[in-house]
Nanobody, 126 residues
Framework: QVQLVESGGGLVQAGGSLRPSCTAS????????MGWFRQAPGKEREFVAS????????SYADSVKGRFTISRDNAKNTLYLTMNNLKPADTAVYYC???????????????????WGQGTQVTVSS
C-alpha cells in the first residue's frame, strides 16, 4: 500500500496563495486515484478535489471551484493542490488520500479512499 506525506501548508493572509504537496512512496503511483480533503475544528472531513490516475480528469467541491487546482506529476510521484484567493473559511488541516482503482475517473467521497496522509495545516488570516 502507498505511503503519503503532505507538506507545504502554512499561514497566509486572505487573498494569498499556497501550494501543498503530497509525496507518495511504496507502490506504483499511477495505480491510484488521488484526492484532497480538509477538516476544520469541530467539523467533519470534507472533499476538496480529486484527480484521475492519468491526471486528465479532475473534480472540485463547489466551495473551491475557480480558486483551487489539483494536479499530479506521475514522474515525481507527487500530488499538488494550488490554492489561490484563499479565504478564512479555507482554514483546516488538509489531507491527501489515495485508492487503487481501474477506472479513469475521479472519486469524491471520503469512504472511497483507503490511504491517508498525516495532514498539513493551512491557516488563512483575515
Amino acid at each position: 500500500q502507498v505511503q503519503l506525506v503532505e507538506s507545504g501548508g502554512g499561514l497566509v493572509q486572505a487573498g494569498g496563495s499556497l501550494r501543498p504537496s503530497c509525496t507518495a512512496s511504496g507502490d506504483t503511483f499511477t495505480r491510484y486515484v488521488m484526492g484532497w480533503f480538509r477538516q476544520a475544528p469541530g467539523k467533519e472531513r470534507e472533499f476538496v478535489a480529486s484527480i484521475s490516475r492519468s491526471g486528465c480528469s479532475t473534480s472540485y467541491a463547489d466551495s473551491v471551484k475557480g480558486r483551487f487546482t489539483i494536479s499530479r506529476d506521475n514522474a515525481k510521484n507527487t500530488l499538488y493542490l494550488t490554492m489561490n484567493n484563499l479565504k478564512p473559511a479555507d482554514t483546516a488541516v488538509y489531507y491527501c488520500a489515495a485508492v487503487v482503482r481501474l477506472l479513469t475517473s475521479t472519486l469524491v467521497r471520503t469512504q472511497e479512499y483507503d490511504c491517508w496522509g498525516q495532514g498539513t495545516q493551512v491557516t488563512v488570516s483575515s
